[in-house]
């Protein structure tokens, strides 16, 4: 297992473009699949984006061409850019990480994380 912690939440106007980060520290596998989900008030969990070691991405429709998912060469972070926020991204933010997996070995949003941060609110008004 990683330990993750968030960073970069926070009360963002409609249409803002903040960026999510996630410290990663611990032994990084070669492989894995790591991303972000989160959950909004009266919501269930929704997968926003994964990357696998890869490169590879998956978003979901709700984002997709408005988030955009990234990990840093060294693999100590992990970066969830969002543009163009919506009142309905307001949502407690998570990353999360599996080693040792590929996100195409499951439906890639849907990745049996077995590390998880402590999440991030996002707010937008």
């Known amino acids: 297992h990683v330990q993750l912690v968030e960073s970069g939440g926070g009360s963002v106007q409609a249409g803002g473009s903040p960026r999510l980060s996630c410290a990663v520290s611990?032994?990084?596998?070669?492989?894995?699949?790591m991303g972000w989900f989160r959950q909004g008030p009266g919501k269930e969990r929704e997968g926003v984006a994964a990357?696998?070691?890869?490169?590879?991405?998956t978003y979901a429709d709700s984002v997709k061409g408005r988030f955009t998912i990234s990990v840093d060469d060294a693999k100590n972070g992990l970066y969830l850019q969002m543009n163009s926020l919506k009142p309905e991204d307001t949502a407690m933010y998570y990353c999360?990480?599996?080693?040792?997996?590929?996100?195409?070995?499951?439906?890639?949003?849907?990745?049996?994380?077995?590390?998880r941060g402590q999440g991030t609110q996002v707010t937008v008004s």
């Open positions: 990357i696998d070691s890869d490169g590879s991405t």
């Open positions: 999360a990480a599996i080693l040792g997996w590929r996100c195409r070995w499951s439906l890639p949003l849907e990745a049996p994380y077995n590390s």
């Open positions: 611990g032994y990084i596998h070669s492989t894995y699949c």
